[in-house]
């Protein structure tokens, strides 16, 4: 019986992850059946049809750029100061939890500072 409780939590991740892109799937399937019956009859394809199916198509994605790094950089060493900060707020009840949750805090501290490190090097680039 406990072993429905993980089972369940990582079950509905998953529902939450595939069920949207399903759904969507199916509906641009219908659009597509329907675009094909009226291209097969001869009728034309009003303009709204086709902006419709435009709508969802993504532009390339642009090069990062310096700010997007720095902002990026922020946050991900905000993470890594907030669980540091964690690990000492904890400490007063349990000592034995700060020195694994600051060394977990390293992790995306120095991903932060990488990132801002990466945003100094790209400002001359453009």
Known sequence: MEILIPITLFAMI???????????????????????AA????QPLPPEVVAAMTTDVKPDRTLPSSSRDLRTG?????????????????????????YPLIGIAAFPA???LAF??????????K
């Open 74 to 98: 922020i946050i991900w060493l905000g993470v890594g100061i907030g669980m540091a900060a964690l690990g000492v707020a904890l400490s007063f009840d349990e000592p034995d939890a700060t």
């Open 14 to 36: 998953a529902a939450i992850v595939i069920a949207p892109r399903y759904f969507k799937s199916l509906e641009r399937q219908k659009l597509q059946d329907t675009l094909r």
């Open 116 to 125: 801002i490190v990466i945003s100094f090097l790209n400002r001359d680039r």
């Open 39 to 42: 291209i097969e009859k001869g």
């Open 110 to 112: 120095f991903i932060g």
